[in-house]
């Protein structure tokens, strides 16, 4: 289990669900990155051997290591099968005797797999390498902090610092390094601490892309299938593929049907590929479309182009999110408003000095024309610009980007006003069990006694559960428990085989497949044609039961004996499918028909292109199989309909067996619900115009015998009407409907690598309350934001018009340039860590969902960032211009009194600070202590702070330019600071206007 890790922030949420690398961000594209991707595969692929051989070099490995073959005990090297694969030579093929031939030289059973022992993997793994590659390095630590170098504003910082070291050393000798060094600490601090937030966050990327790239999948050893991880696939494994499969690594085909491969990834080329024996060849990386087979592999790790390609090209894309997008611009607009005040600063203090409007602390003027020498006013002009480049330093929010990294899944799911959730899976366990079954119109007492079932039956039957899946039955030589695997309805289905005698390797083998005709979500069945020892052909049909039962003209009896389906007998079976899906069974029919030979595709070209016949069944049997509702999906459900979410269930199945989950799980809150328009079939959905489906869609709480295409229509329906909208799912077909959500989560148990691919978030347990979970935290991400910056706005605002009156009345700040700076580490580093990554709660839970376009600042926001401001400017404004009488520092020296009021000012700004930083934990709330003891990030860095305080008054104050202060001053300062409580109570109180006051300022654009 893993958390939730948003590629930059990587804030890990108590949720088992992963962000998902790989998706591109949606409102990107960078045609210039993918055309350098796509020549750089070129380039690998027409250069594969020395870069291969370049990155063994450098990982420093030799003979075996590095996957060349030593002869000892297999009969082909790695270079051999590289090259064949490589160039698709289907002649090098046939040199080794084609893929039986090839098996036996790398000693594999085509059935059976490998041994599989620990010696035998061992020995693979030396002789021919390991599935997996070096990674591209990332960035070192020392690349970040050269980033965080290259802010123009602390180099401007940076300067100026040299400029005042090399002045005071001048004119004050060995005491005049204090004010330069003072600002290069601080900026230096300040740029140390990026760079470490930053590469931590690059630590855990790779963690979490590790994560993502660490497929389960199942391969046959020793006659049995196992799940090994995609990084212990070796050459000569035998592995299964299926419908939304990732090719694990470069192979062979042994078997398939109707499998078609998607090469995009490592051709370009859009189209899917035909495999069979005369285009065998597979290569890693690539994905299934459709169909299913078995493979042998052939090579691994760097020795496919795949691996090579995954070692040479970066997978950080860097793309931004929307909520970036926004915050830069917030950011950039008050970095612009900086920069003009911190440039009309510079020119005013500049125009005050030179016209001898300036004093120092003495009360002198500090320059007289002819008289001031020139060491004096470069240093003063040093000091000037200083200010005012501190002023844009105040200005620009640089925490503001920094405090959401990648969260574009996270933060559109706190928007999601509805949720389009598949069941089987989602909503319910997925362990499934055959609990019902009916064989003609007898209805087995017991599912599992065999006895009640005819010979031809039980014959049919069970040929039909053999060979018309893709599952498969373990039995062990010593007895021990039978091993089944497959899809949960297919491994249900086997398991009930088992229990009524099924012999599955006996039965297989009593049989040639001729054709398969797969199942897929869009026509609810999959059929197999077979030939028997006797020549005679069977062809068999599964799937949804309603679908099969009109495809059928008899059913078997209980006696043996096929007898016509006539009307009366379809409305009972009917009736009964119906009956069994109202009590939430998935009902899944059974039906055979023969064939006559001289019928059938004349050769194999025309066979691979035959279409089952889907008419003239006979019905075998039709069950039920029971899969429960998760624990606490009600629960979660009405979580979400109290947040503003609306749950809507999209599934395959029939649509009574949808109807009675929704019941069960809250979705319907009644059987008044349970009709029209509430609950729909996809294919009376698809029938409606676009308008009409628009209308339509608002309602649909259920919809059942959907397809994928409906599940597309329904998200594109809803996105019209407005809604933001997430959708799960876990299949190959529902990758459209995935990639068209505003989120898409698909399934990390069940779900498919392409659904995978084309989802933002993957849920690892598939629970319905890992995607309640998301939400929580998508909506508490978009809170913390807010938090940041009500508090980052009120530092601002303050800091900003304190020193702009005090310059443009007195020539002088209050609050100098190391002062700042540290106000300022404080409200980028120090509160983006207190603040924006605060757990979520929840409150936000209990009001509706945020816009699309709600404003960042709220009118909420905007009264407690004004109130506040307006307090703090104006009690320290008080104390800069009557401190001096106000904290009885008449009878002090002008020089130790200015020191002491200053510091009073730097002292009180930051313990205001302090205590609205608590006021910015809940911006509409007026318990603003409520679960902070739970909070230990945030108490430690108020902490931090409060100690660095201390200890900067009372014992850096050459650094500080500050003085000790008596604890009856320190009382003075925490005094004017905790009065921010009580002031953010009274802001709560006020009455607040539903319409953002942004639009009394801004005219909106049609």
Not at 394 to 403: R, S
Not at 628 to 642: F, H, L, N, Q, W
Not at 911 to 933: A, H
Not at 947 to 962: N, R, V
Request: hydrophobic fraction near 40%; aromatic fraction near 8%; charged fraction near 20%.
């Amino acid at each position: 289990m893993i958390g939730l890790y948003n590629k930059k922030h990587y804030t890990k949420f108590e949720a088992t669900v992963t962000r998902n690398p790989s998706r591109r961000f949606r409102y990107t594209l960078d045609i210039e990155k993918e055309e350098e991707d796509e020549k750089l595969k070129r380039i690998i692929r027409s250069n594969s051997e020395s870069i291969r051989a370049s990155i063994l070099n450098g990982q420093g490995q030799s003979g075996s290591k590095r996957g060349v073959s030593s002869g000892k005990g297999y009969g082909v090297g790695v270079e051999q099968l590289a090259q064949m694969i490589r160039d698709q030579n289907f002649s090098s093929l046939e040199e080794f005797g084609g893929v039986t031939g090839l098996a036996d030289l790398l000693e594999t059973n085509l059935e059976m797999g490998i041994r599989g022992d620990d010696g035998d993997i061992m020995c693979r793994q030396n002789e021919f390498g390991s599935n997996n590659y070096p990674q591209k390095k990332g960035k070192t630590f020392w690349m970040y902090l050269w980033e965080a170098w290259q802010d123009s504003t602390l180099i401007m910082l940076m300067v100026a610092a040299a400029l005042s070291l090399g002045l005071g050393l001048k004119s004050q000798g060995s005491k005049g390094w204090y004010d330069g060094a003072s600002i290069g600490i601080a900026v230096l601090l300040i740029i140390l601490i990026t760079a470490i937030s930053d590469y931590r966050q690059s630590l855990r990327f790779q963690d979490m892309n590790e994560e993502k790239r660490n497929i389960k999948l199942e391969v046959i050893r020793g006659g049995r299938r196992v799940e090994v991880s995609i990084y212990d696939i070796v050459v000569g494994d035998v592995v299964p593929l299926k419908i939304g499969d990732q090719v694990p690594a470069d192979g062979i085909l042994i078997a398939g049907h109707s499998l078609a491969i998607d090469e995009s990834s490592m051709t370009g080329e859009s189209k899917t590929v035909q495999k069979d024996q005369t285009v065998p060849f597979l290569m890693s990386g690539c994905k299934v479309a459709d169909g299913f087979g078995t493979m042998v592999v052939t090579g691994v790790g760097i020795n496919t182009e795949w691996g090579l390609i995954m070692a040479t090209i970066s997978e950080d894309t860097g793309e931004e999110t929307p909520l970036q997008v926004r915050l830069n611009g917030v950011a950039s607009f008050m970095g612009f408003v900086g920069f003009a005040i911190a440039l009309t600063v510079l020119v005013v203090l500049l125009a005050r000095y030179f016209t001898g409007h300036t004093k120092n602390p003495e009360g002198n003027i500090e320059f007289v024309h002819g008289k001031t020498s020139t060491s004096q006013i470069l240093d003063d002009l040093v000091n000037i610009v200083t200010a005012a480049v501190t002023i844009l330093v105040i200005a620009v929010p640089e925490g503001l980007p920094l405090a959401v990294r990648r969260l574009s899944a996270c933060e559109t799911m706190g928007s999601a006003t509805t949720i389009c959730s598949d069941k089987t899976g989602t909503l319910t366990l997925n362990q499934m069990t055959v609990v019902e079954a009916h064989v003609g119109k007898n209805k087995m007492d017991t599912p599992e006694d065999s006895s009640q079932l005819h010979a031809v039956a039980s014959s049919l039957l069970l040929e039909g559960i053999t060979q018309n899946t893709i599952g498969s039955v373990f039995v062990p030589e010593n007895d021990g428990e039978i091993e089944v695997s497959g899809s949960p309805t297919e491994k249900a289905i086997l398991c009930w085989g088992t229990k009524l005698g099924m012999e599955f390797h006996a039965i297989r083998s009593n049989s040639r497949i001729l054709h398969v005709s797969p199942f897929n979500s869009e026509k609810k069945r999959g059929g197999i044609a077979l030939q028997l020892a006797d020549a005679q052909v069977h062809l068999h049909w599964k799937g949804a039961a309603e679908v099969i039962l009109a495809s059928c003209s008899h059913y078997l009896d209980a006696d043996g004996a096929f007898q016509s389906l006539e009307e009366e007998d379809k409305e009972y079976f009917g009736q009964l499918i119906n009956d069994m899906a109202a009590r939430s069974l998935r009902c899944v029919a059974f039906a055979y028909r023969s064939y006559e030979n001289e019928m059938l595709p004349a050769d194999e070209k025309q066979l691979k292109k035959w279409i089952l016949p889907e008419d003239d069944l006979v019905l075998l049997a039709v069950v039920g199989i029971k899969d429960p509702c998760r624990p606490g999906v009600k629960e979660a459900v009405k979580i979400c309909s109290d947040a503003g979410i609306k749950v809507r269930m999209v599934t395959g199945d029939n649509l009574h067996t949808a109807k009675a989950i929704a019941l069960e799980c809250g979705i319907l809150g009644s059987d008044e619900e349970a009709m029209e328009p509430y609950v729909v079939e996809g294919r009376a959905f698809r029938a409606l115009s676009e308008t009409e489906r628009e209308q339509v869609a608002k309602k649909i709480q259920v919809m059942g015998r959907s397809s994928p295409r409906d599940k597309l229509l329904l998200v594109q329906a809803l996105r019209k009407g407005g809604d933001v909208v997430a959708v799960t799912g876990d299949g190959t077909n529902d990758a459209p409907a995935l990639h068209e959500a505003d989120i898409g989560l698909s399934m990390g148990i069940q779900g498919t690598e392409v659904a995978k691919e084309s989802s933002d978030i993957i849920i690892l347990d598939d629970n319905f309350a890992s995607v309640v979970k998301v939400v929580r935290w998508g909506r508490s991400v978009f809170a913390n934001v807010q938090k940041f910056i009500q508090f980052q706005l009120t530092i601002n605002v303050a800091a900003i018009l304190i020193n702009v009156v005090a310059a443009f009345s007195t020539g002088s700040v209050p609050l100098n340039t190391v002062q700042l700076l540290w106000i300022n580490l404080i409200q980028d580093t120090l509160a983006a860590l207190a603040l924006a990554t605060e757990p979520p709660t929840d409150h936000p839970m209990h009001r509706p969902p945020v816009g699309r376009r709600e404003p960042l600042v709220s009118n909420v926001m905007w009264i407690n960032i004004l109130v506040q401001s307006f307090y703090q400017v104006t009690v320290l404004l008080v104390l800069n211009f009557g401190g001096t009488s106000i904290l009885h520092l008449t009878h002090e020296s002008r020089d130790h009194a200015t020191k002491v009021k200053n510091t009073v000012i730097f002292n009180s700004f930051v313990l205001c600070q302090v205590f609205n930083e608590f006021n910015s934990r809940k911006t509409d709330e007026l318990n603003v202590f409520r679960g902070v003891m739970k909070n230990y990030l945030f108490l430690g860095v108020i902490g931090l702070t409060l100690i660095f305080q201390i200890i900067a008054i009372e014992f850096l104050g050459k650094f500080f330019s500050t003085v000790r202060l008596d604890w009856d001053l320190w009382l003075v300062s925490i005094g004017i600071g905790i009065v921010s409580l009580p002031l953010a109570v009274l802001g709560r109180l006020l009455p607040v206007p539903k319409r953002p006051f942004a639009k009394y300022f801004t005219k909106r654009l049609w």
